[in-house]
């Protein structure tokens, strides 16, 4: 569709663009060719033409990626994402009709926050999203890789000693090293080196997930074991879903910053349509992410956060156990 083809050009190009604007075009396309999200939007009684503000948009539960098939017009997917879950688990699925956005999206908000990734080697313990196939986080890691012009292999499953070598080569060769993993890959390896390896300067990214291979633990305690064993001064970490095609970043204490896609808000914690009270402490986090042009731009996630003036936020816990990136905590 046309509509599609300009609005991915908008997000690819270098300069500014107004970001409500833009949402509300966008919400006004899926409002009308994303069959699933329009009859959300009829159920509730809502006239696309008379929302005026990002607050007064109705966000689609994230529990839809699951039972239906979100997609904005009709198109042959060059790629599904799913997921991570058991056989006995409902997997949501978030079909995409072409890598080249996500990939130019994500590189952009990666290089916003953290420099070239030419500068980088990107050295990733991911095993169950690999073994598992089909993750987002997966495929954007592996553009990463091959963007950075790397020698390095880029991917290990439990295979340390490898993972390590490349470290120290890397380093050797003046490059800066990201080591991205899954939360309980990355406590596995502070374990076995216990302090004892240099990682001076080496960016640690946890990207949030026990996966039922360890008992779930709150950041504090995750990061504080983490920098102990990796002997850095804090931890990074990733916020980022199956269900989105943007990602937000923390550089540590646990506050992330949205992507230039990306906006957050909070809903009432009772009342999932009420987003008006700007200033409370905490609620559900709705985002809008304008690279969702294929499914829905505007998810209603189970996360609980707490927004700050400067569009910074906190992911404080979750409504129950479900799959995301960049979150640790359950609610106590």
Same mark, same amino acid.
């Given at each position: 569709? &046309? @509509?599609?083809?300009?609005?991915?050009?908008?997000?690819?190009?270098?300069?500014?663009?107004?970001?409500? /604007?833009?949402?509300?075009?966008?919400?006004?396309?899926?409002?009308?060719h994303?069959?699933?999200?329009?009859?959300?939007?009829? +159920?509730?009684?809502?006239?696309?033409? &008379?929302? %005026?503000?990002?607050?007064?948009? $109705? @966000?689609?539960?994230?529990? @839809?990626?699951?039972?239906q098939?979100?997609? !904005?017009? !009709?198109?042959?997917?060059?790629?599904?994402?799913?997921?991570?879950?058991?056989?006995? %688990?409902?997997? /949501?699925?978030?079909?995409?009709?072409?890598?080249? #956005?996500?990939?130019?999206?994500?590189?952009?908000?990666?290089?916003?926050?953290?420099?070239?990734?030419?500068?980088?080697?990107? #050295?990733?313990?991911? $095993?169950?999203?690999?073994?598992q196939?089909?993750?987002?986080?997966?495929?954007?890691?592996?553009? @990463?890789?091959?963007?950075?012009? %790397?020698? &390095?292999?880029?991917?290990?499953?439990?295979?340390?000693?490898?993972?390590?070598q490349a470290?120290?080569?890397?380093?050797?060769?003046?490059?800066?090293?990201? #080591?991205?993993?899954?939360?309980?890959?990355?406590?596995?390896?502070?374990?076995?080196?216990?302090?004892?390896?240099?990682?001076?300067?080496?960016?640690?990214?946890?990207?949030?997930?026990?996966?039922?291979?360890?008992?779930?633990?709150?950041?504090? *305690? #995750?990061?504080?074991?983490?920098?102990?064993?990796? +002997?850095? $001064?804090?931890?990074?970490? *990733?916020?980022?879903?199956?269900?989105?095609?943007?990602?937000?970043?923390?550089?540590?204490?646990?506050?992330?910053?949205?992507?230039?896609?990306?906006?957050?808000?909070?809903?009432?914690?009772?009342?999932?349509?009420?987003?008006?009270?700007?200033t409370?402490?905490?609620?559900?986090?709705?985002?809008?992410?304008?690279?969702?042009?294929?499914? =829905?731009?505007?998810?209603?996630?189970?996360?609980?956060?707490?927004?700050? $003036?400067?569009?910074?936020?906190?992911?404080?816990?979750?409504?129950?156990?479900?799959?995301?990136?960049? =979150? +640790?905590?359950?609610? /106590?």
């Amino acid at each position: 569709m &046309e @509509f599609k083809t300009q609005h991915a050009s908008l997000l690819a190009q270098p300069q500014p663009f107004d970001f409500l /604007s833009t949402a509300l075009a966008l919400f006004r396309f899926q409002a009308q060719h994303n069959l699933i999200y329009k009859n959300y939007l009829q +159920n509730l009684h809502v006239n696309p033409e &008379e929302v %005026q503000a990002l607050e007064q948009i $109705p @966000f689609l539960p994230i529990e @839809f990626f699951k039972e239906q098939e979100v997609v !904005t017009g !009709t198109f042959s997917p060059e790629t599904v994402f799913y997921s991570s879950g058991t056989t006995l %688990q409902a997997r /949501s699925r978030h079909l995409v009709s072409s890598l080249e #956005l996500y990939h130019r999206v994500s590189e952009r908000i990666f290089e916003s926050f953290y420099g070239p990734l030419q500068d980088y080697v990107v #050295l990733a313990l991911l $095993p169950s999203y690999l073994e598992q196939g089909g993750s987002s986080l997966v495929a954007m890691v592996d553009h @990463f890789i091959k963007r950075s012009g %790397q020698e &390095e292999e880029g991917f290990y499953l439990r295979n340390h000693a490898q993972l390590l070598q490349a470290l120290r080569q890397a380093r050797a060769r003046g490059k800066k090293v990201l #080591l991205m993993g899954v939360s309980y890959a990355l406590l596995d390896l502070a374990e076995e080196l216990k302090g004892q390896e240099d990682f001076a300067g080496v960016t640690v990214m946890e990207t949030g997930g026990m996966k039922g291979r360890r008992r779930e633990m709150i950041r504090e *305690e #995750l990061h504080a074991q983490l920098t102990k064993g990796f +002997n850095v $001064p804090s931890i990074h970490s *990733e916020y980022g879903m199956t269900e989105l095609l943007s990602q937000g970043y923390s550089k540590g204490e646990g506050i992330f910053w949205p992507g230039y896609t990306m906006r957050i808000l909070l809903r009432d914690l009772n009342d999932p349509f009420d987003m008006s009270n700007s200033t409370r402490s905490s609620g559900g986090i709705n985002v809008v992410d304008l690279a969702n042009v294929d499914s =829905c731009a505007f998810i209603e996630t189970k996360d609980i956060g707490r927004l700050h $003036p400067d569009g910074s936020f906190e992911v404080l816990g979750r409504f129950d156990n479900s799959d995301i990136r960049g =979150c +640790n905590l359950l609610l /106590s």
